[in-house]
C-alpha cells in the first residue's frame, strides 16, 4: 500500500510539474491519457470483477460513502462504475482533443472526479488525489485554441502549422 502512495505522489508531482511548464502540450497530454487509462482500465475491472469495488474501496471510505457502497452500489457496481469510466474516456479526450469551452470541460470534470473519490479515503489515495487535482486547475489559468496534439505539432514545427482552416 506504501508502494501505491510512493507512485502516486510522484505521478501527482510529474503532472502538476508539466501542467505548470508545458499547459498546452505535455501537461495535456499527460492528463488526457491518465483519464484515458483509468477510464479504460475502470471499464475493464467493473466487467470482469465488479465485486472488487466493494471489497477495494468499502472498508477505507468514510461513513457516507461506506454505506452507499455497501448498499446500492454493491448490488450492482456496473451501474455506476461505467458512467463514471465513460465520463473519464470523455474528459481524456476532450483534454487531448478538444478546443476551448470543450477542453475546460474536460477539465472540470477531471478535477471533479478527483475531489470527488476523497471520501474514498486511503482506498483512492487520500490526499494523492488532491494533489492529482491540482494538474488540471493549474491548466484553467490558459486558453486551448488548439487540440494538444495541434499544439504539439507547432511546437515542434514552427512555420509548419497545418493547412489554413484546420
Sequence with gaps: MLAGYFVTFILAAV???????????????VLGWIFLLAGAVNLMFVLLSPGMYVEGFGPTAIPLYQEFI???????????VVPIALGQLL???????????WVRLGLVGCMVFLVAIT???VGCAFPANLALAMGPALLLRHRFPHSALHALHRRHHPGGGFPAGR
Excluded: K, M, Q, Y
Aim: aromatic fraction near 12%; hydrophobic fraction near 50%; glycine fraction near 18%.
Design 15 to 29: 503532472l502538476i510539474a508539466v501542467c505548470a511548464h508545458w499547459p498546452h502540450t505535455v501537461g495535456r497530454l
Design 70 to 80: 455497501e448498499g446500492p452500489f454493491a448490488r450492482n457496481p456496473a451501474l455506476f
Design 91 to 101: 474528459c481524456g479526450l476532450w483534454v487531448l482533443f478538444g478546443r476551448g469551452l
Design 119 to 121: 471520501g474514498l479515503g
